[in-house]
């Protein structure tokens, strides 16, 4: 498929959405990138300010859309949501508000296009990630969530600066929940086949594994515009994505981050790899969390 046959709908146009948009629309990975926000003004305000930005650049076209124009699109990214904030009670609180959201979304989008791939990107991801196979219905290869891709590439960047070293050879996984949670998976992180723990002390890969949970710098579009490349022209990364697994070392029935290839079919399969005990139980521990909400 050529990018001139490509639509990508973009739900939500918060900063989330409209960052995505424009870093998709920059990239010409589609022919047109359609925004959707039940606020229409913002929807309207956003797609006025990126079209102004690409006046000079050779790029896709964007404009703003319905629900009916996102049911035909090839790739649906949901960003629509209230942002994450603090502590358990409000966490409980977002999960359901952001549940009714989605629920309602899925609601209004019909038909949709049996082959789309839906991206999630609102939080807590995991949680909704899940909830839009159950919404959508389908297949749930088709359905997948940024999961730990950015606390990923967050860990990435702190091996490179750490070690000097470019960015591009550190290899490894943030596994788990999308939060709290999460946790690196050192057993994988690997610089030029050597492993990252047996090089730096346990205090360094502690610092590491909190700088990568607490940081608050977000390059979200650059990860979800990552994923969706990977999906439109078949490339069959290994991305750390939220996806429902079944007996993954020993956890299954939730969304949560895992190494998946990722393709035209979406999630073509996640990565068979074999964690550690202690991997294994954070891994446990944080499903279990994760399951408890929903
Ligand atoms: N997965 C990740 O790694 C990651 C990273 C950053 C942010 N996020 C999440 O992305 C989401 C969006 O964040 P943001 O900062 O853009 O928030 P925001 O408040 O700026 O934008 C949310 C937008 O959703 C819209 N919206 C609400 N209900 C809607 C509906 N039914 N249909 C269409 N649009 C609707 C709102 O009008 C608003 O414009 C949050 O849940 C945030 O936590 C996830």
Redesign the pocket.
């Known amino acids: 498929m050529e990018n001139k046959d490509i639509k990508i709908a973009v739900?939500?146009?918060?900063?989330?959405?409209s960052t995505i948009a424009y870093t998709l629309v920059m990239k010409n990975l589609a022919a047109e990138v359609i925004l959707?926000?039940?606020?229409e003004a913002?929807e309207e305000g956003e797609v006025m300010d990126i079209n102004d930005a690409l006046s000079f650049v050779e790029t896709g076209k964007i404009r703003g859309g319905s629900y009916q124009d996102a049911a035909t699109a090839d790739v649906i990214v949901i960003?629509?949501?209230?942002?994450?904030k603090s502590g358990d009670q409000s966490r409980l609180e977002l999960v359901n508000k952001?549940k009714e959201?989605l629920k309602?979304?899925f609601d209004q989008i019909k038909p949709l296009n049996p082959e789309v791939k839906i991206v999630v990107?609102?939080?807590p991801?995991d949680i909704m990630t899940y909830y839009a196979q159950e919404f959508s219905g389908l297949p749930r290869n088709q359905v997948f969530?940024?999961g730990t891709s950015?606390d990923t590439s967050r860990l990435r960047t702190e091996i490179a600066l750490a070690l000097d070293i470019n960015v591009q050879s550190v290899d490894g996984f943030v596994l788990g929940e999308?939060g709290e949670s999460e946790f690196v998976a050192w057993s994988t992180v690997s610089v030029g086949g050597v492993l990252i723990k047996d090089k730096l002390g346990s205090d360094k890969l502690d610092e590491i594994a909190k700088k990568v949970r607490d940081d608050a710098k977000?390059i979200?579009d650059a990860?979800t515009t990552d994923i969706i490349e990977s999906v439109l022209l078949d490339q069959n990364k290994v991305l750390p994505i939220s996806s429902r697994i079944e007996d993954w070392n020993g956890v299954s029935g939730v969304c949560l981050g895992v190494p998946a290839v990722v393709g035209k079919e979406g999630v073509k399969s996640i990565w068979s790899l074999e964690l550690n005990d202690e991997e294994k139980e954070k891994l446990k521990l944080s499903a279990e969390k994760i399951r408890g909400y929903l």
């Open positions: 739900i939500g146009a918060g900063s989330v959405g959707v926000d039940i606020n913002k960003t629509a949501g209230l942002p994450q952001n959201i309602s979304i990107v609102s939080n991801v969530g940024t950015l999308h977000s979200i990860v």
